[in-house]
């Protein structure tokens, strides 16, 4: 069964910092990776979807990688903001189920 | 467009009593999932609809829970008898694929 990992759990950052939320899977057998935040009692938004066969996407100061083979993708959020203090989990999907991994709470301190 | 629609967003109900959540999807939307988000095992999907069929269901826990989707605008999870270890978050989600998925904003169910 495929498990997902995200280290660390929790991070806390000055605004303004750069910073790599981490993601681990243990089987490369997937079709595709993403990203979401999730607001505090609040559902999920979709930030950024790498096919299998990509190697990144970005949007706006977010980008997002992944490698396959070693079972990893990471997220970099450019120059933060207080507003995306947020939890952030990336789900892999295997062609018929999502795992999640448990998320990185992030908090940009103004 | 109102976004994905859930009901009841709060629920607290006594151990052996039935419980249905609701959902009614974006219109033009034809997949649907369900998922339970929990403290120690995050989130977890439960099932999921393609034009109102289930394609997969293995990850709803046990016998006691069903899901239905009679239609295209309206879905419903059931836990039946309930149980305290069912406490947790549920969310439903749609979209045209199942890469893009608009969640709702969940039903907090506490099970006494």
């Known amino acids: 069964k495929q498990e997902v990992t995200q280290i660390p759990a929790a991070l806390s950052v000055p605004e303004g910092e750069n910073l790599v939320l981490n993601c681990s899977f243990t089987?490369?057998?997937?079709?595709?990776l993403q990203w979401f935040r999730q607001d505090p009692g609040k559902g999920l938004t979709s930030l950024l979807l790498?096919?299998?066969?990509?190697r990144e996407q970005t949007s706006g100061r977010l980008n997002a990688s992944l490698d396959k083979s070693s079972g990893r993708s990471t997220l970099y959020i450019a120059a933060s903001q207080p507003g995306d203090s947020a939890t952030y989990l990336c789900a892999v999907n295997t062609g018929n189920q999502f795992y999640f991994g448990t998320g990185t709470s992030l908090t940009v301190i103004p | 467009d109102a976004g994905v629609i859930q009901s009841p967003r709060h629920e607290v109900t006594e151990m052996g009593q039935e419980v249905t959540l609701r959902c009614k999807p974006i219109s033009g939307h034809d997949y649907l999932f369900w998922y339970r988000q929990t403290m120690m095992r995050g989130l977890e999907l439960l099932i999921y609809f393609n034009n109102n069929v289930p394609i997969d269901d293995s990850g709803m826990p046990e016998d006691r829970f069903s899901a239905k989707m009679p239609n295209a605008s309206f879905s419903t999870l059931k836990i039946q008898p309930s149980e305290p270890r069912d406490s947790a978050v549920y969310f439903c989600a749609s979209g045209t694929g199942v890469n893009t998925q608009y969640f709702g904003p969940g039903t907090r169910l506490t099970v006494l």
């Open positions: 790498i096919q299998s066969s990509q």
């Open positions: 089987d490369s057998a997937i079709y595709n």
